[in-house]
């Protein structure tokens, strides 16, 4: 899911093949009220901003394609066409990069301006659960059933190189992980009920919880408590 118009307008899909726009009501809370509901051939399994119309998002299907929908007019433009599912789907805030993770190990990097493939390249040896790049757009993390995370470097000239040395290694399948503001810390949770802190000039990780039983998703927000 994602947040457009100022975290008014809430967008989701599901495996049920449907994305629905909800709107949110605030202030006061109020129940979100279901604007639109749109029904497509193919469980969803991803939706990222586009980074420079607050009216588009990007869709990823189970049966592989990418599509570019306007959220008002219903316009569809295909990214990509059917193929290896799409597990995850990244952008940032003014970067001209789309970022897709497969379930077969492989990331491609799109052009958000004429929506050509400008990367593809073997970021893990298995299923590729998350990518997500930095707000600043210079890093994209992965992680992976191959029990590991990596972070990489998105300036790379020529193949893709990784921005951190050091690959991220849990004990079973990491299921998410997100990046830090300044993108030097990443977050990652396992199936090993580990949440773990990593940071991009040092080989070892914090722990920073157990739980009981294995996660499958993270959230972070940073707040400054000074202001």
């Not at 049920?16 to 709107?23: A, E, I, R, T």
């Not at 199936?191 to 993270?218: P, Y």
């Given at each position: 899911m994602v947040m457009l118009n100022d975290c008014t307008t809430l967008v989701t899909g599901s495996e049920?093949?449907?994305?629905?726009?909800?709107?949110l009501n605030l202030n006061p809370p109020q129940k979100p009220e279901r604007l639109l509901s749109k029904q497509f051939e193919s469980p969803i399994n991803s939706i990222a901003k586009h980074p420079y119309d607050n009216l588009s998002v990007f869709l990823a299907f189970q049966n592989g394609e990418i599509i570019r929908w306007h959220t008002h007019t219903d316009i569809q433009t295909l990214v990509r066409s059917q193929g290896v599912p799409i597990?995850?789907?990244?952008?940032?805030?003014?970067?001209p990069h789309l970022c897709a993770a497969g379930h077969n190990g492989r990331c491609f990097v799109y052009s958000i301006h004429d929506l050509q493939l400008t990367r593809d390249w073997e970021a893990h040896t298995g299923y590729i659960t998350k990518c997500e790049l930095s707000r600043d757009g210079?890093?994209?993390?992965?992680?992976?059933?191959?029990?590991?995370?990596?972070?990489?470097?998105?300036?790379?000239?020529?193949?893709?190189?990784?921005?951190?040395n050091n690959i991220m290694r849990h004990n079973?399948?990491?299921?998410?992980?997100?990046?830090?503001?300044?993108?030097?810390?990443?977050?990652?949770?396992?199936?090993?009920?580990?949440?773990?802190?990593?940071?991009?000039?040092?080989?070892?990780?914090?722990?920073?919880?157990?739980?009981?039983?294995?996660?499958?998703?993270?959230?972070?927000?940073?707040?400054?408590?000074?202001?």
């Open positions: 049920d093949k449907k994305v629905m726009l909800w709107k597990r995850s789907l990244s952008t940032a805030p003014g970067r210079t890093r994209l993390a992965t992680c992976s059933a191959d029990f590991t995370a990596k972070v990489w470097d998105m300036e790379s000239p020529g193949e893709m190189t990784l921005k951190w079973r399948w990491i299921w998410d992980c997100t990046l830090t503001k300044d993108g030097k810390s990443l977050i990652t949770v396992s199936s090993d009920r580990q949440v773990l802190q990593w940071f991009e000039n040092l080989s070892r990780s914090r722990s920073l919880f157990e739980r009981k039983h294995g996660a499958t998703c993270v959230a972070l927000a940073e707040i400054d408590y000074s202001k």
